[in-house]
């Protein structure tokens, strides 16, 4: 892990402790959040599966007495906002604002000696003024940037959550521009190189023992110049239009699942690579089927014959019927299982249709069916009803 990790990263704030919060404590913490996290209890969750490793990164870190110790040295130094207070001068960036008394490499106990995370200040310098560092901290690029994430919900019928499937999507939002593509300039024309920077989009400077960057004035830091901007886009690169992608769904997605692709947000600018999509998945209730985790669930009605008898009971699947055996004294409420005929797994496998019996009792007889019920219950026992005749019987 490297320094600007360190200093991007609240490592308190993704465990959900206080910076003086104990080893238990941190523990105990982390411990919940991978145990609510982990991958195999959110399959198909990116987010949670991010949180997850955010977490582990989180706790490799402040469960080592000697990282912990370096961590807040380094967040401490750093968000002190002198750093901050230097960029913003006119003068540009003296050391000493940053360090108070260290007079940098080479002095004995000097800053330079010191280190964070394997990290020399060097290390530091070279990633805060190459625009790397965190948000606030130093010159960024405004050459080539990442385009936004964009949000979509779709609502999916019941049987393809379960099997999956590949549905197309359109959305309104930026694109790259048709009459260009994507580079600004006018058709018939390209952005030449950026002759101050030579195309880096970044100028050096020198400031006593140090060098930084800032973004280059002449091309804004992009690395090139349009001279002659297209006239559909006014040389940014991109429109906004309709695009239809073709989305898959794999099989098993859940309702209120978040499916992400990757790279298929709005593009980026002057050929920054593009956001990603996250699409929110809305699943469409089922006339006969239900869902518990990766089992499918059925209740199929019988009738007071087939319960006392016993029958065989064909049922749908999700594709083949199948016929599963009702044993003789079967009550209202049993549950039947056929194996592998529910929702696929990440691995391959399946989940199960656990088939709920119903037993129906007719509210109208014929006389015949009356006699025959009268003579049944002459000839069966009667209902355990023991205690609860022992506690009537109690009660007066």
Not at 106 to 124: E, N, Q, T, V
Not at 269 to 287: I, M, N, S, T
Not at 316 to 326: C, H, I, K
Request: glycine share 14%; hydrophobic share 30%.
């Amino acid at each position: 892990m490297s320094s600007k990790d360190w200093l991007e990263k609240d490592f308190y704030a993704v465990l959900g402790v206080s910076k003086s919060a104990s080893a238990d404590e941190i523990k105990k913490s982390y411990r919940k959040l991978a145990r609510e996290l982990h991958p195999d209890r959110n399959p198909g969750n990116q987010e949670a599966e991010d949180k997850f490793k955010a977490a582990s990164e989180a706790y490799d870190v402040l469960s080592d007495e000697k990282k912990r110790k370096e961590y807040d040295e380094m967040r401490s130094l750093f968000g002190s906002g002198a750093f901050r207070r230097g960029a913003r001068s006119g003068g540009g960036f003296d050391p000493s604002d940053l360090f108070g008394g260290f007079t940098g490499p080479g002095g004995g106990g000097s800053a330079g000696d010191r280190r964070f995370g394997g990290a020399g200040f060097s290390d530091i310098f070279s990633s805060i003024f190459s625009g790397g560092g965190p948000s606030g901290a130093g010159p960024r690029r405004s050459g080539p940037q990442r385009g936004r994430d964009v949000e979509a919900e779709v609502t999916l019928d019941f049987v393809h959550a379960v099997q999956g499937t590949t549905l197309p999507l359109t959305l309104r939002s930026p694109g790259v521009c048709d009459t260009c593509h994507g580079n600004g300039a006018k058709p018939g024309t390209v952005p030449r190189t950026c002759p101050q920077c030579a195309g880096t989009g970044l100028i050096s400077r020198n400031q006593g023992s140090f060098s930084f960057s800032e973004p280059c004035r002449e091309c804004q830091g992009a690395g090139s110049i349009v001279d002659q901007k297209c006239p559909e886009c006014r040389g940014t690169g991109g429109v906004t239009k309709n695009r239809t992608i073709n989305v898959r769904f794999p099989a098993g997605v859940g309702d209120g699942q978040r499916i992400r692709l990757s790279g298929r947000g709005e593009p980026g600018e002057r050929g920054g690579p593009a956001g990603d999509l996250y699409v929110q998945v809305k699943v469409r209730p089922d006339d006969l089927f239900g869902r518990s985790g990766d089992d499918l669930t059925l209740t199929v009605p019988i009738t007071m014959a087939e319960a006392v008898l016993g029958t065989d009971l064909r049922v749908p699947t999700m594709d083949t019927p199948v016929t599963l055996r009702v044993p003789p004294g079967t009550p209202s409420g049993r549950k039947l299982r056929a194996r592998g005929k529910g929702v696929q797994r990440r691995n391959g496998e399946a989940g199960d249709l656990i088939v709920t019996v119903d037993v129906q009792v007719p509210a109208q007889v014929s006389d015949e069916a009356r006699d025959a019920l009268e003579q049944f219950a002459k000839l069966t026992p009667a209902a355990g009803r023991d205690r609860i005749e022992a506690r009537l019987r109690r009660l007066g």
